[in-house]
């Protein structure tokens, strides 16, 4: 099992460039979640999805949209990037029942 | 507003002692209180969970308290290793399934 994969690892964008993360995992969870990480801020999650069609804001949804593709992926995309919004970005899930989420590698995102 | 906090210093120790790690939580009264592991360029790794009923939690040389009158939880490894050098993260949450508020974290440095 891959767990949880994201692409890409890397990324430059210049300021009101858009893009897309990929996010997908193979554990049949059905919660995901997108969060990020900037020093000495922690974690904080940007969106949610608790189950395959619906998705939920989180703490710092502005300048971000998400899609619940599928039970395996979940995207997050950013239509006119921000220097803000300059960050490491994780993606995780959650199964059914359980606590733990297992997070992606991360994707580290620079906006110039 | 809820808020999570942890040494915001480095904790740096020698192998073999005891690193105790903190997390004081305020406006907030979890049901559970999630401890991580995330090494550098790496997604959090789940190690523990406990329950606010649960005083003490204990997995191989870890071992998480949580006081809910002091707010507080404690995540203590015994006989510490060069290995366990990362940054700790603390995430309380209010049910089991809620969103997880990530404390910004802890890093441990266990020195040979």
């Known amino acids: 099992n891959a767990g949880v994969t994201q692409t890409p690892k890397f990324q430059v964008l210049k300021t009101g460039q858009s893009m897309t993360l990929q996010c997908a995992q193979d554990?049949?969870?059905?919660?995901m979640y997108w969060y990020r990480q900037d020093p000495g801020m922690g974690l904080r999650l940007i969106y949610y999805?608790?189950?395959?069609?619906?998705?939920d804001k989180g703490e710092v949804p502005n300048g971000y949209n998400v899609s619940r593709l599928n039970k395996r992926e979940f995207s997050l995309r950013l239509e006119s990037a921000a220097p803000s919004q300059t960050s490491v970005y994780f993606c995780?899930?959650?199964?059914?029942?359980?606590?733990?989420?297992?997070f992606g590698p991360g994707t580290r995102l620079t906006v110039t | 507003s809820q808020k999570i906090e942890q040494n915001s210093e480095a904790l740096n120790i020698q192998e073999g002692k005891t690193a105790t790690l903190t997390c004081n939580y305020t406006?907030?009264?979890?049901?559970?209180l999630q401890w991580y592991r995330q090494d550098p360029g790496r997604g959090p790794v789940f190690l523990l969970l406990?329950?606010?009923?649960?005083k003490e939690k204990r997995k191989e040389r870890l071992k998480v308290t949580f006081d809910t009158t002091l707010k507080q939880s404690l995540f203590h490894i015994t006989a510490s290793q060069p290995a366990d050098s990362a940054t700790y993260l603390c995430?309380?949450?209010?049910?089991?399934?809620?969103?997880?508020?990530f404390g910004q974290g802890t890093e441990l440095s266990v020195k040979p």
């Open positions: 995780a899930s959650r199964g059914q029942g359980a606590a733990e989420q297992y």
């Open positions: 554990m049949n969870h059905n919660s």
């Open positions: 999805s608790a189950s395959e069609g619906t998705t």
């Open positions: 406006n907030y009264s979890p049901a559970y």
């Open positions: 406990i329950r606010e009923n649960e």
């Open positions: 995430a309380p949450q209010p049910m089991q399934g809620g969103k997880l508020i």
